[in-house]
């Protein structure tokens, strides 16, 4: 039966690569069904828990996670997408790039680890326990090596198994958390379950890639090691900066304010950082393209990127203004009143998908034709801005001032990312804008219909999806009807 599946004509579009656009649409689905499964199973447990533990424990929580999250990126510098880059291009040598890589992670991520259990209780008021501390480190190390794995699946084109695996990791942390808020709610234990679930999902990816594992030791070279850090640093500093740009306000809201403002700011800042995941996985589906086309097709690598780009901006628009319009709603209905005043800063970071999303399109391009290090001076200079606005607004504003320094940082670093890759390879999107602008219009005018009547919030919700995307079919976006005929056709 399962091998009927697989052999039949649905089957061969979600099991099996056989062209570009098939690859590309097939990788897309796999990625956004376990990301946003999992994540959506994420966002529910993060709502309960923001709402059982209170704004105080919600936001001592929070304070660890997001230098968890730092620490994670900072534990890669980019190894992960040069396994993926190379391994895409060499079948033959991604078991050597594997292997040495893991060697670099293994002691990036032990000196992460000892940041967070030395470092990390030290440099903040709020009150951090041994045992979320601790759990929080655990955490960190188990998504780190959990994310190196899935470089396997990506550089294979083989999505579907990352999506597995993922499901699999966010339904253990699911239950392990639902059962400690349950029976003892706590950020420590919280943090313990989160680890746990995490931990869960290492061991499974670890049986999945374990013809890697058993010839570590054989495949690793010595002598590549300085290529891979001149090639990943780069590509390590451009994530770096993504993570202080998600998690580094809330960092330092736990700097200057108590536990309550970071639970506020936490509870703005986590369905963005959710959000935010959305291009994430389109820019995965199609970098094996990418780096396949770069050098060599600069037309078809144009019109992938530009396709991408598209994409997002397809998807950004109908959220930032459905946000826009009804922040206050939905942050009363997910966390209840007593986190009203999270709309503020929510609405201003919500204004950043519109930047951020076609950016992270980009910025794989630029890793694709392998000058990443032109930015690192941009990164240089977006990273050293935040921190310093930080340090100036948020002792005066609070969350309000670490929500628009969010935003001013990536209105100036992502212009001139734009201005940079039009230079290297001139691509256009604005002719696919106008359809998406209209359809966003005619949301926002539904919207405000639905909110003038009173409707629940899930209600507006659902008839500004159905008449955007109405609207898009109505007026023939480009971007929509390619997505279509790319699905038809397999």
């Not at 679930?197 to 010839?215: A, D, E, M, N």
């Amino acid at each position: 039966m399962i091998r009927d599946m697989a052999n039949s004509k649905l089957g061969k579009f979600l099991f099996h690569n056989t062209t570009t656009s098939q690859t590309i649409a097939k990788n897309t689905f796999w990625l956004s069904f376990g990301e946003i499964f999992g994540r959506f199973l994420r966002v529910i447990l993060i709502f309960s828990a923001a709402r059982i533990l209170g704004v105080a424990g919600w936001g001592t929580f929070s304070y660890m996670v997001s230098m968890a999250a730092i620490l994670t990126v900072f534990s890669d510098i980019g190894l992960t997408s040069i396994v993926v880059r190379e391994g895409s291009k060499n079948s033959e040598l991604r078991k050597t790039y594997f292997a040495t890589s893991l060697f670099l992670k293994l002691i990036l991520i032990f000196l992460s680890f000892l940041l967070i259990v030395f470092v990390t209780p030290r440099i903040s008021d709020i009150g951090l326990s041994p045992i979320l501390v601790y759990a929080v480190g655990f955490l960190m190390v188990f998504d780190a090596l959990r994310v190196f794995g899935n470089s396997i699946f990506r550089s294979e084109q083989q999505m579907q198994f990352e999506a597995g695996t993922n499901i699999f990791t966010q339904v253990s942390i699911f239950s392990l958390g639902f059962y400690v808020l349950l029976r003892n709610p706590s950020p420590e234990l919280l943090a313990v379950a989160y680890a746990a679930g995490s931990g869960i999902g290492l061991l499974v990816i670890t049986f999945l890639i374990r013809k890697y594992i058993k010839v570590v030791f054989k495949y690793f070279r010595r002598d590549i090691i300085k290529n891979i850090l001149a090639y990943s640093w780069p590509i390590g500093f451009s994530a770096i900066f993504g993570g202080l740009m998600v998690n580094i306000d809330t960092v330092m809201v736990g700097w200057f304010r108590d536990a309550t403002h970071v639970g506020l700011y936490a509870a703005a800042q986590k369905p963005i950082a959710f959000l935010y995941l959305l291009p994430a996985l389109i820019a995965g589906a199609l970098f094996p393209v990418l780096a396949k086309r770069a050098e060599k097709d600069k037309d078809g690598f144009r019109k992938v990127l530009e396709n991408g780009v598209a994409a997002t901006l397809l998807v950004a628009y109908p959220i930032v203004v459905g946000l826009l319009m009804t922040a206050d709603q939905i942050v009363n209905f997910v966390y209840g009143q007593d986190y009203l005043l999270s709309a503020g800063p929510l609405r201003i970071l919500a204004m950043t998908l519109i930047i951020t999303f076609p950016s992270t399109i980009i910025v794989h391009a630029f890793i694709a034709y392998n000058r990443q290090k032109e930015l690192v001076p941009l990164w240089t200079m977006g990273t050293i801005f935040n921190i310093l606005t930080n340090f100036m607004l948020i002792p005066i504003f609070g969350i309000v001032g670490a929500a628009w320094t969010s935003f001013f940082t990536q209105v100036g670093v992502n212009t001139v990312l734009w201005r940079k890759m039009i230079k290297i390879n001139p691509f256009v999107v604005h002719r696919r804008m106008k359809t998406i602008l209209l359809a966003s219009l005619l949301m926002a005018l539904a919207v405000m219909i639905t909110r003038s009547l009173g409707l629940h919030v899930l209600l507006t919700v659902g008839v500004a999806c159905a008449v955007y995307f109405a609207s898009l079919l109505a007026l023939k976006d480009h971007t929509l009807l390619e997505i279509k005929s790319i699905i038809r056709t397999q």
